[in-house]
């Protein structure tokens, strides 16, 4: 591939440098078989890509295996070395193993609950646990899936699944007890960083059910880990159709109400930016003025450069289910991000 990425950035507090994007793999192991997920990972690579983010549920545990037959062939080949590449995965849904099996709850009441991983008093809608016993087997899981011996970082999927059911009170107990846990697997060399890979959870106003607020995550964090605890990154929407991460004040730092970006900045988290093109949404019929503004050649690209851009995100995350989907999405990481006071200026327009 004669294109590659030169624009690196620092991910955190951690001293790692990373690629604007990030290679989702969802799809891996659904309309993406084994071939087609190697091919990806080859082309994302060789282009410069350096952040892989999966999850163990995601199509049954087989987007991590893919990964792990990719990565294995690479560094078996002299192609790429382990320390080259970021991988992210994430826990907190009850995960089937390769395929859903044809009744669903005899199966988690077989796997997790009568083998005492589950207490089912700590499962919120029949589908979310992130208590540290069941942490504890999804993380080896992942470790096998994965063919890794350290995840980079480890994501709490979608944690805020548990307000649903439980109390602001019950949940901090909770976050505390997977935090404290976590940083036991850091020191056991299991995993390098924590986060949260959220969905909700900071794009609403405080005192909405599913809101999180950051700081009171990162004094929980030193709380289980003391000051030099690894909870290091966050993972949230962020794009055209879903801006909140900049636009709204929901996060209390200092007696100050800020954004989560400009939180995160100061209290030394890095954001992971999710849905880039909003599950395919944002590739056709944006307003004129966006294209006038980021000046690329088509609606996914200027959805790219815009959260790519976004000040205080770190890496943008989209998913590809194709190899050819490699270049097309390479394009906008290629050139410097949108200059500051353009960027800021696609939040003052009122044309539609």
Known sequence: MAIKITDYRLFGRTGVKVSPLTLGCMMFGRRTELDDSIRIIDRAIDAGINVLDTAINYRHQRSERNICAAMARLVASGEL??????????????SFDGSLPPDPRSYFVKEYIENGIVD????VGGMHCMAPNYLRDQIERSRKNLGLETIDLFYLHNPETQLAEVTPE???????SAFA?????VKAGKLRYYGLATWNAFRLPEGSRDYISLPDCAEIAREAGGSAHHFRFIQMPFNLAMPEAYVLANQNVGKKNISLLAAAAQ???????????YQGRLLQGLPAFVTHTLGMKNDSENAIQFARSAPGLTTSLIGMGHPDHVVANLMPALLLPAKADDWVKLFSRNES
């Open 120 to 123: 089912p008093r700590e499962v």
């Open 81 to 94: 070395a382990r320390q080259e590449v970021f991988i992210s995965t994430k826990a907190g849904y009850l």
């Open 267 to 277: 209290l030394g988290i890095a954001v992971m930016g999710s849905a880039t093109l």
């Open 181 to 185: 846990y976590l940083e036991t697997c």
């Open 170 to 176: 019950t949940f901090r107990e909770r976050l505390k």
